[in-house]
Nanobody, 123 residues
Framework: QVQLVESGGGLVQAGGSLRLSCAASGRTFNRYTMGWFRQAPGKEREFVGAVKWNGDSTDYADSVKGRFTISRDNAKNTVYLQMNSLKPEDTAVYYC????????????????WGQGTQVTVSS
């Protein structure tokens, strides 16, 4: 059974930083894109970013480009989200995700989701 467990969320002041981690278990995902989504109160869930299986190719939402960095450690089956220069509008529940198809070069389509971790940025 696949499980994704996020950690690292919390409360931070605007301008601060947080690092989220997501450890996957149940199978090896070194051939799958891994990424993050988020959902703010009263808003739809939105894509934050993703990293390809080799770790060399990343994609980000415009709203976080230049501030957030995604990385992964395939030996640990773990993906990370480094969030810098946080803004109050980054407040949301952040979800770790894994792609449905291995070695997928088309649109990212998550098949696995974590339970989410709360990030709150105070002004």
């Amino acid at each position: 059974q696949v499980q994704l467990v996020e950690s690292g969320g919390g409360l931070v002041q605007a301008g601060g930083s947080l690092r989220l981690s997501c450890a996957a278990s149940g199978r090896t995902f070194n051939r799958y894109t891994m990424g993050w989504f988020r959902q703010a109160p009263g808003k739809e869930r939105e894509f934050v970013g993703a990293v390809k299986w080799n770790g060399d190719s990343t994609d980000y939402a415009d709203s976080v480009k230049g501030r957030f960095t995604i990385s992964r450690d395939n030996a640990k089956n773990t993906v990370y989200l480094q969030m810098n220069s946080l803004k109050p509008e980054d407040t949301a529940v952040y979800y770790c995700t894994i792609d449905r198809t291995p070695l997928n070069i088309r649109s990212y389509e998550p098949a696995y989701w974590g339970q989410g971790t709360q990030v709150t940025v105070s002004s």
